[in-house]
């Protein structure tokens, strides 16, 4: 679980975001929806420590970030995975030395302990034998799922995707959604995913925060945002007349 507790964050004189308290749930997918601009991103970023708060308290299960020393925001840390927009792959190494990186960063694995680990996480995400390829040898999707098991390799507590399913095809976007959701649920992590597609919304949205503005406009589930009282929300949710139609369907039944 994480806590939101009052967030507020400015970049000089612009207000990102505005006095935001949310929980994220262990065990299940947590989705940040909202447009481009909204601050969703910046929000995601605020939640893992890359841009630190102004105001407010985050709370990872029962430890408060603001107490902790630079030493222990470091252990902290070793809990996360993180999933960016892009994999974020680096070129120039293999897809084992890509995979092996966090390792190599935050731990004092043996050289055998790192391989064991790689290996794993690479058979977890259906990626078995390209330990040796190069990131430019493999598909979007692969590498979307080296990135994945890249997140995953300390075993975390705590996995941070930003925009997952983006420069996808639908058909490799539901796998990469389904990956992240078994894994959440197999590990019981607390899992938060920032995105704007619809789909991946619907598939596997346990909780919601709707971002508008930056403040947080809507929470509920996957099952409430079709009949949701929010106008900001359904311009967002409804803007493609695929979703005016599951909703239209919806109230006839």
């Not at 004189?13 to 947590?30: D, M, P, R, W, Y």
């Not at 430019?136 to 995953?152: H, T, Y």
Request: charged share 25%.
């Amino acid at each position: 679980m994480i806590q939101l507790t009052h967030i507020w964050k400015s970049f000089g004189e612009q207000t990102v975001l505005k006095n935001i308290s949310t929980v994220f749930e262990t065990g299940k997918a947590n989705l940040i929806i909202g447009a481009s601009g909204s601050g969703k991103t910046v929000l995601l970023k605020t939640v893992f420590g890359l841009h630190k708060a102004d105001k407010g308290e985050i709370v990872y299960d029962t430890t408060s970030f603001n107490s902790l020393s630079l030493l222990e925001q470091r252990l902290l840390r070793q809990q996360m995975g993180i999933l960016f927009q892009g994999s974020a792959l680096f070129d120039f190494a293999t897809v084992e030395e890509n995979v092996r990186f966090p390792m190599d960063f935050l731990t004092d694995w043996s050289a055998e302990q790192k391989r064991e680990r790689v290996e794993f996480c690479l058979q977890r995400v259906n990626l078995p034998n390209v330990q040796r390829l190069y990131p430019s040898e493999l598909s979007g999707g692969m590498q979307k799922r080296v990135g994945i098991a890249r997140a995953i390799a300390l075993n975390p507590k705590y996995l941070f995707c930003d925009e997952p399913n983006s420069g996808l095809d639908p058909q490799t976007a539901i796998i990469i959604d389904e990956l992240i959701y078994e894994i959440t649920q197999e590990y019981q992590m607390t899992t938060i995913i920032n995105t704007h597609d619809m789909n991946s919304v619907m598939a596997i949205g346990d909780k919601l925060i709707f971002i508008y503005k930056g403040e947080k406009a809507w929470e509920g589930t996957k099952e409430e945002i079709i009949h949701a009282d929010c106008p900001t929300l359904n311009d967002f949710v409804f803007a493609s007349k695929l979703f005016k139609k599951v909703r239209e369907m919806h109230k006839v039944s």
